[in-house]
């Protein structure tokens, strides 16, 4: 998909907060465990929204569950324009989004 539109940039953007999201809580992990915290445990810190002040995304918003969003598709990106507050139109081409979720 070599032309830019706004929903390959918004997308875009999503996909780069996803990774920066799972990249600190990987770091996170290690270091918990590091420190003597048990998995269990860890797993659970791990849920709280409070320890990524600048990454945190929902469950739904995560890129693997856009992966296999299906029908849902629409309304988690309507989700994710609320969660980013951007101006997006509100109607999708959700067969593009598809295609950009997929090569991203």
């Given at each position: 998909?070599?032309?830019?539109?706004?929903?390959?940039?918004?997308?875009?953007?999503?996909?780069?907060?996803?990774d920066l999201?799972?990249?600190?809580?990987?770091?996170?992990?290690?270091?918990?465990?590091?420190?003597g915290?048990?998995?269990?445990?860890v797993?659970?810190?791990?849920n709280?929204?409070?320890?990524?002040?600048?990454?945190?995304?929902?469950?739904?918003?995560?890129?693997?569950f856009?992966?296999?969003?299906?029908?849902?598709?629409?309304?988690l990106?309507?989700?994710?324009?609320?969660?980013?507050?951007?101006?997006?139109?509100?109607?999708?081409?959700?067969?593009?989004?598809?295609?950009?979720?997929?090569?991203?």
């Open positions: 998909m070599n032309e830019q539109t706004p929903l390959f940039d918004f997308l875009t953007l999503l996909k780069k907060k996803n999201f799972y990249q600190e809580r990987a770091e996170m992990r290690t270091d918990f465990l590091l420190r915290i048990c998995e269990k445990e797993d659970g810190l791990l709280d929204p409070s320890l990524f002040p600048t990454s945190w995304l929902p469950e739904t918003l995560c890129w693997d856009l992966l296999e969003a299906g029908n849902r598709l629409p309304e990106l309507h989700e994710a324009v609320g969660y980013f507050d951007c101006d997006m139109p509100l109607q999708f081409d959700i067969v593009e989004a598809e295609k950009i979720i997929k090569s991203l």
